[in-house]
């Protein structure tokens, strides 16, 4: 290959590689300073034979199908814009050190035992490909800039990792499985998708009656595949759900809870999830909040220092309705009776609750008498 060849593609392979770090349309001319400062075009002047050299590359390149122009009939002294042709180089990209960054340190808050899932596998094989430019020191530093750190009480629940790549699978192809669950008859299951909640995942799918149910993930065990794809009306009208348990109701109430150290730093902090009113008070925060009848909500709401619980009120509900809380949480209710019926379920699982508890410290009691 002579010289002339080989400045060619050099100049080929190096519009490329820019066109495919900028992403959007860049300018002849931005192209043309690119090229000048890497010391590929002798020359960065608009009007000299590098320019026109640079235009009839670009030209070709078009009509390869490799790159395309954004302007058609373009007059005037106006550049033209170019960017790579995605339909044509597919599998070709490049990232710039900022995004690659950015990717790793994402990564660092994703935990570790998540990490071993086949379904990651293939990602971490990029993103360790991707970042082979950067020097091992400094990949180590990003890695260590961020970090997950889970809760004293949180958990993985172990699973049959084929059974979550054949439901995911299965979600991306909008057909049915053929599925049993915790022993039963086998039954016919579109996947819509799987979430964590406490460590423990759940599969959320659409039944042979079309109606959506929660799973837990390891109880599910995969018969077949069917050729048989979902609706697109029944995956739109599904596509927010994640639980799905008849006991799980919302309702309005309101809490006061001790300040918490660091805090003040934060103008409204969230303090639980589902909560729509913020105020600080001297002593206490005052809460608004979405809570559900049955135990799950029960069991996360012991985690904070409650001062007071408070009922529903027509204040929260009108608040409820200013924020559109219904389109958040469907199944909730603006009526003051519905609420404070939900609420006296909750009140009695939470009492529940807390009888559990106290039977446990008795019960140490009684141990630390012995001793």
């Not at 960054?101 to 071993?116: G, R």
């Not at 530093?141 to 699973?159: K, M």
């Not at 348990?245 to 109430?253: R, Y």
């Not at 135990?295 to 904070?304: A, I």
Request: glycine share 6%; hydrophobic share 35%; with cysteine.
């Amino acid at each position: 290959m002579g010289n002339s060849e080989v400045s060619r593609l050099t100049l080929f392979i190096e519009i490329v590689n820019f066109l495919l770090r900028r992403g959007d349309f860049v300018t002849t001319t931005e192209i043309h300073e690119f090229l000048y400062r890497k010391g590929i075009l002798k020359d960065n002047s608009s009007g000299s034979s590098e320019r026109r050299r640079l235009n009839r590359t670009l030209e070709f390149l078009e009509q390869e199908g490799y790159i395309e122009s954004k302007h058609i009939n373009l007059k005037g002294r106006v550049p033209q814009e170019w960017k790579i042709n995605k339909k044509a180089l597919p599998y070709l990209t490049s990232l710039s050190e900022e995004e690659l960054v950015s990717l790793l340190t994402l990564m660092a808050f994703i935990p570790e035992s998540y990490k071993k899932l086949s379904i990651f596998k293939p990602l971490l094989g990029l993103i360790s490909r991707l970042s082979e430019e950067i020097d091992e020191e400094k990949k180590k530093r990003i890695e260590d800039s961020f970090s997950y750190e889970p809760q004293f009480l949180e958990r993985f629940i172990v699973f049959d990792d084929r059974n979550l790549k054949q439901i995911h699978d299965a979600i991306l192809s909008g057909k049915a499985l053929i599925v049993s669950y915790k022993g039963s008859d086998h039954f016919k299951l579109f996947p819509l998708k799987v979430f964590v909640y406490n460590g423990i995942l759940y599969a959320g799918g659409i039944d042979s009656e079309k109606e959506y149910k929660t799973y837990y993930l390891g109880g599910l065990k995969i018969i077949g595949e069917t050729k048989e794809t979902i609706s697109e009306f029944l995956r739109k009208k599904y596509e927010k759900s994640n639980f799905a348990f008849e006991d799980e109701k919302p309702f309005l109430f309101g809490i006061k809870v001790c300040p918490k150290w660091g805090m003040e730093f934060f103008e409204e902090p969230v303090i639980f999830p589902t909560q729509f009113f913020f105020q600080r008070n001297k002593d206490d925060y005052l809460i608004y909040l979405v809570g559900y009848t049955g135990s799950r909500f029960t069991s996360r709401f012991l985690v904070e220092e409650i001062i007071e619980i408070i009922p529903p009120q027509n204040e929260m509900i009108e608040k409820a309705k200013t924020e559109k809380l219904k389109e958040i949480h469907p199944g909730l209710s603006f009526g003051i009776k519905e609420n404070q019926k939900r609420f006296k379920t909750f009140i009695r699982d939470f009492e529940s609750f807390i009888n559990q508890r106290r039977e446990a410290l008795e019960k140490l009691s009684c141990v630390r008498d012995f001793v």
